[in-house]
């Protein structure tokens, strides 16, 4: 099956902006005035949270061994380093697009897709490929430090975590391929291996821009 996003991909061609997960880093662009959404297909309301006196969104359209997460957890704790900034007042956004978006799948999905063996990342001891995805949990014997340093963590301590749609269905697609299912059936399954609190956007792109526009400044971060 070819899905929109890879059928549009493969018009773009590889040198295309999207291709290549590319983005301008506009700046932030002030207070957020958009009006109210015209339909509820899509959760926005990750939007009204932004009201912290620092805002940043963190572009990952690569894996990048989850380096995004990484450097959104530094920018907050350096800020209440720095600053004293308290991490409620440090709107951090992460956006999972592109090749990035395996990133949002649960362990058994990495598992059952070999998606360490697929992405040549090894696990903690660095001699097998990973059967899990390195940023949903941490590692027994982690420092303290770093402890914290996971997507369900990131998320409880107010941390918005967005996905893109279009990438996404490429996860839904592998599903279909492997049981035989249904569009809607491969969605359905696909919703089940999504890690909890990570919120679907119709684009990474949209959800990039929207992030700027509620006054996130931008940072390419895989």
Known sequence: MITPRRDFLS?????GLLATGGMPAFAATGPDHHPAPVSD???LSWCDRITGKVRAVFDSPGVGEGAALFRAQVWRD??????????????????????????VMNDAFWSRFDVGKELKLKDA?????????PIA?????????????NLPAFI????????????????VDRFKQADKLSADDAKKRALEHLLPGVI?????VFAA????QAGCSYLLAS
């Open 209 to 212: 821009l929207r992030a700027q």
């Open 137 to 149: 949990s941490t590692p027994p014997g982690t420092p303290k430090r770093w402890a914290n340093y």
């Open 41 to 43: 297909k899509w959760d």
């Open 78 to 103: 350096e800020y209440q380093e720095v600053y004293g900034t308290p991490i409620s007042d440090a709107n951090a956004v992460i956006v999972f697009r592109h090749e990035g978006i395996p990133l």
């Open 200 to 204: 679907l956007q119709p684009s990474g």
């Open 11 to 15: 018009w773009l061609g590889a040198g």
């Open 125 to 133: 001891k660095g001699k097998k490929w990973t059967t899990i995805n």
């Open 156 to 171: 409880a301590s107010g941390g918005i975590v967005l996905a893109c749609n279009f990438a996404f269905g490429d996860m």
